[in-house]
T-cell receptor, first 111, second 114 residues
């Protein structure tokens, strides 16, 4: 099963521009996480935002969470070609430890 | 930080054979391990959850007799794809968690069945 739906499914921008990806989910959450995956590789954890937080920053990353709308956004500022990857949001289901992923956004940053 | 080692990174096998994928937590004890499957250009789909010393819990639609999971210790979980067929070709990723470390992912295994 999949919890989150990201949009857009694919995003192509120029280096230096900002990239915004959105994620919507269906059930109540304790936290929401964003991951990055380079092609054919494992996942790298980017940032976690708790349900009682509205915004969180980490370097060039900014994540927002709107629990009333069950949505989150990931903003990458001043993008670089090295940011080219797929980005996934993930949430835990109920009281379990299962981490369920959204469909992901494939970001391409053109040099 | 927490590291999960997954091997092999890629494997090609003949149809009908079995393939074992290992996932080891190197510097922490993984109370729970998860196995995911990812088809090209798609997201990760959770296959099963395993806890050390107990039977794995499979997600709906995942054949437990085909995807054998063993979590024999707090640092090792294995996924065996039995009697593999071309439709089993996929990218398999493990993840381990210890409450203090969150989730750590292996680097994935690309399985190609010919």
């Amino acid at each position: 099963s999949q919890q989150g739906e990201e949009d857009p499914q694919a995003l192509s921008i120029q280096e230096g521009e900002n990239a915004t990806m959105n994620c919507s989910y269906k059930t109540s959450i304790n936290n929401l996480q964003w991951y990055r995956q380079n092609s054919g590789r494992g996942l790298v954890h980017l940032i976690l935002i708790r349900s009682n937080e509205r915004e969180k920053h980490s370097g060039r990353l900014r994540v927002t969470l709107d629990t009333s709308k069950k949505s989150s956004s990931l903003l990458i500022t001043a993008s670089r070609a090295a940011d080219t990857a797929s980005y996934f949001c993930a949430t835990r289901l109920g009281g379990s430890e299962k981490l369920v992923f959204g469909k992901g956004t494939k970001l391409t940053v053109n040099p | 930080g927490a590291v999960v080692s997954q091997h092999p990174s890629w494997v090609i096998c003949k149809s009908g054979t079995s393939v074992k994928i290992e996932c080891r937590s190197l510097d922490f004890q993984a109370t729970t391990m998860f196995w995911y499957r990812q088809f090209p250009k798609q997201s990760l789909m959770l296959m099963a959850t395993s806890n050390e010393g107990s039977k794995a819990t499979y997600e709906q639609g995942v054949e437990k007799d085909k995807f054998l999971i063993n979590h024999a210790s707090l640092t090792l979980s294995t996924l065996t794809v039995t009697s593999a067929h071309p439709e089993d070709s996929s990218f398999y990723i493990c993840s381990a968690t210890d409450r203090g470390y969150g989730y750590t992912f292996g680097s994935g295994t690309r399985l190609t069945v010919v």
